[in-house]
């Protein structure tokens, strides 16, 4: 794993603290107002809070606009390193911690992930987290189960990749299973619990695959995407 160096700290750090002077500026006007005295330390407290969240997601958005982390291999030493180390002190520091214990609730997880860059259809949820989302697009009606894990990135020594991962429409990924960079999973498949789909896999659509590796089991029958599309339109009346 390549060491954060000292001026990419700097960055962070000089970002980090002027999300706070903001935050605590926004705060203090706040608490200027005419509050209910019994709840003003928790409004103020909730204030600031959400305020910070919502400059710590427009500044990251806002950087990644200005200094994208390409898709491919970044080289050692390279501008695109420097920018990648500013990148993932804002995951190390914040997302991660955020979104790893799933202190969000699952209904909430689309919106957040939106947030955060990845492309998202409409009635796709999450219940494990998504790293490195604006490298990930997602299409409607879509799941993953508890604890599940998409990585589009990859680390080995001092080789660091990012490789896009893309879930088609309808598709189920169990709990527990890991999606490595690069996998393509097509509409209507399913992924069984507690499986690693490797770097790169590529998988149909309607497939079934599960195991560790995850392997391809067999297609789902016609009958089964029916059952599917109908169960599908039940639950969004």
């Known amino acids: 794993m390549r ?9 962070f750090s000089s970002l980090f603290l002027s999300l706070v002077f903001f935050a605590g500026m926004l705060s203090r006007f706040v608490g200027a107002l005419p509050l209910p005295g019994d709840f003003r330390g928790l409004i ?32 050692v030493g390279s501008r695109e390193e ?18 790893s214990p799933l202190w969000i609730p699952v209904p909430l997880t689309r919106l957040v992930y939106l947030a955060l860059g990845c492309k998202v259809g409409p009635g796709s949820y999450f219940a494990g ?3 490195d989302s604006h490298f990930v697009t997602v299409g409607s009606g879509t799941l993953t189960g508890a604890r599940s894990l998409l990585v589009p990135h990859e680390q080995e020594g001092l080789r660091l990749a990012h490789y896009p991962i893309r879930l088609g429409d309808r598709v189920t990924v169990g709990a527990g299973t890991i999606i490595l ?5 097509g509409n209507d498949s399913l ?47």
């Open 44 to 75: 103020l407290v909730f204030t600031f809070v959400a305020v910070f969240l919502a400059l710590l997601v427009l500044v990251y958005r806002g950087f990644l606009v200005l200094f994208p982390i390409p898709v491919g291999e970044i080289a």
């Open 181 to 185: 960079p690069g996998v393509n999973v």
């Open 82 to 99: 420097r920018n990648w180390m500013v990148y993932s002190c804002f995951w190390l520091f914040f997302f991660n911690p955020l979104l």
């Open 129 to 131: 987290p998504i790293l």
């Open 191 to 237: 992924i069984g619990s507690l499986s690693i789909v490797a770097k790169g896999t590529q998988i149909g659509e309607g497939e079934i695959w599960a195991g560790a590796p995850a392997r391809f089991l067999r297609k789902r029958t016609p009958e089964e995407l029916a059952g599917l599309g109908t169960a599908l339109r039940s639950g969004g009346r």
């Open 3 to 11: 060491r954060i160096q000292g001026l990419p700290i700097l960055i």
